[in-house]
């Protein structure tokens, strides 16, 4: 269910006096979080001024624990603002060097750094920035034997990762240690964020069961990102990341925020946890697992797929429904894209449900299947086509070349 359009609402109408403005959180003092010294009293000054922080919640955030799991686009912002807001002790995990084409977006680092560790640029960058910050650098890649071990003793993870693989990781870990993950993703022009493993709320496993086959997933490297969408994106991270540790507000946790910078639109979707999750609903993720492999794991070859399905275009669809023809239309994106927008008269078979679905379905009936852009509902396809289905077809470019051709009023994700 979408909640209502955008997440910020502009109030022109007569100022209002500072009494009526409810705040519906302050942070309670704690007598044994630790005590500010004088400069930290003037350096976060501005914090303490704000009634919902005050220095009781200062001092949370003194002694608060982060671990930040990679120094690239999002995890500078990250780092960045989480450092300057004084969060005492800032675990950082990255093993690359900073290089050129980092420098587009990964804003904490300088030219200065090429090719030394991200993890030491960081470290001066953030001393800079606040010499009171306490840095557990781990210079290595987080792999599922080491992520529980690092991660152990924290209160937050906030996941920077640009990768499936160490997404699952990251969101597996914080399940199985009961460790809040600020999540956030970026591509092209686009980015997501959430709050996930939180007592009763979702993970990431509960939004996204598998991940896209990994050929078909690009990264930053290869797809392109505009440098301040991971800047956006990090900096709500960091904003996250200071409710979560203070209380405040009311957090992304059960929300999936999307921002497309092109429209500057922002929409938040509600998310559920969904009890037949295996990492926070039955429990039956107990350990970490290979997540190369995992990520791996329905990888095929693309081009043979394509010989076996036929394509229809967009047009050649409408034109037909026009004409009042029926074929079986399935959509098998995610729940949260078909809340978004569907095409009329089509039915919602999400991809890890397909293969339940293909005993209910008419074989003898011409099924035409589609996502978002055309690779998950090719996989579909695929296995229509191998079940008997007679006549398969794919949405040639997905839902999003239907907006472009069809109906441009259907919102875009
Ligand atoms: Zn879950």
């Known amino acids: 269910m979408l909640d209502g359009g955008?997440?910020?609402?502009?109030?022109?109408?007569?100022?209002?006096s500072a009494q009526q403005y409810t705040y519906n959180t302050s942070v309670q003092p704690e007598t044994e979080t630790t005590a500010l010294n004088r400069e930290e009293l003037v350096r976060y000054s501005r914090h303490i001024m704000l009634p919902q922080v005050g220095e009781a919640g200062q001092r949370r955030l003194k002694d608060s624990r982060v671990l930040l799991v990679g120094a690239g686009g999002l995890g500078s912002p990250v780092a960045l603002y989480l450092a300057a807001a004084g969060v005492g002790t800032l675990g950082l995990v990255d093993f690359d060097a900073v290089d050129l084409s980092n420098l587009q977006r990964q804003i904490l680092h300088g030219s200065a750094a090429i090719g030394s560790s991200k993890i030491s640029s960081a470290r001066d960058r953030l001393y800079d920035i606040n010499p009171n910050v306490h840095l557990e650098a781990y210079e290595t890649r987080l792999t599922s034997a080491n992520a529980l071990?690092?991660?152990?003793?924290?209160d937050l993870i906030v996941d920077g990762t640009d990768n499936f693989a160490t997404r699952y990781l990251v969101n597996d870990t914080s399940v199985l240690l009961g460790i809040?993950?600020?999540?956030?993703s970026v591509y092209r022009f686009e980015g997501q964020a959430s709050v996930f493993g939180t007592d009763g709320g979702p993970c990431y496993r509960c939004l996204f069961r598998e991940p896209p086959p990994p050929e078909l997933v690009p990264s930053c490297a290869e797809g392109g990102v505009l440098g301040v969408v991971p800047g956006l994106v990090g900096t709500i991270q960091a904003t996250e990341a200071i409710k979560v540790l203070l209380g405040l507000g009311e957090t992304l946790a059960g929300r999936l925020l999307t921002i497309d910078v092109l429209t500057m639109e922002f929409r938040t979707i509600r998310i559920r946890r969904d009890p037949e999750c295996p990492a926070c609903g039955t429990h039956e993720i107990r350990e970490l697992m290979d997540y190369d492999r995992f990520c791996?794991?329905?990888?095929?070859?693309?081009?043979d797929q394509k010989r076996a399905v036929v394509e229809i275009e967009p047009a050649q669809l409408a034109t037909r429904l026009a004409a009042g023809e029926t074929p079986v239309i399935i959509d098998v994106r995610e729940p949260f894209e078909w809340q978004i927008n569907r095409i009329p008269g089509a039915r919602h078979v999400p991809l890890d449900h397909i293969a339940a679905e293909i005993p209910r379905l008419d074989k003898r009936r011409e099924t035409i299947l589609y996502c978002k852009v055309g690779v998950r509902s090719l996989y579909a396809a695929?296995?229509?086509a191998d079940a008997g289905v007679s006549e398969v077809r794919n949405l040639s470019g997905g839902i999003l070349r239907?907006?472009?051709?069809?109906d441009p009023t259907m919102p875009r994700y």
């Open 382 to 384: 695929q296995q229509l």
């Open 402 to 406: 239907w907006i472009d051709e069809v």
């Open 149 to 154: 071990e690092i991660a152990r003793g924290y």
């Open 296 to 303: 791996a794991g329905s990888a095929q070859s693309r081009d």
């Open 6 to 16: 955008t997440l910020v609402s502009v109030v022109l109408s007569r100022p209002r």
């Open 180 to 184: 809040p993950n600020v999540y956030g």
